[in-house]
């Protein structure tokens, strides 16, 4: 029984030619072509959905969102959110006072 089964393995595997079972050079390139044109188009899309967002929101909004963009591209690479000289110069902002009755 064993010797059949290595014998059915050896007749399978010398019967399947080697070149039918991987891609030749030329067909790998054109789909790693055809990928990065999806891979493109899809950070195009998402792109223009983030600019369509921006768009609809308010001017202050838009500010808040592109400070906080800033803010965390400084925290990633290890630096304070806010410049030294921004701490040290600018003015908190004071909160507003309710006029209470």
Not at 74 to 92: C, I
């Amino acid at each position: 029984m064993q010797r059949f089964f290595v014998f059915f393995f050896l007749i399978t595997y010398l019967a399947l030619p080697k070149e039918s079972l991987c891609q030749d050079s030329k067909e790998r390139k054109a789909v790693r072509e055809i990928n990065k044109k999806k891979e493109k188009s899809q950070e195009e899309v998402e792109k223009e959905l983030i600019q369509r967002h921006l768009k609809i929101q308010q001017k202050k909004t838009r500010k808040t969102i592109k400070r906080s963009l800033r803010e965390a591209e400084r925290r990633k690479k290890g630096k304070p959110p806010k410049s030294w000289w921004s701490r040290k110069f600018n003015r908190k902002q004071q909160k507003k006072r309710r006029k209470r009755k």
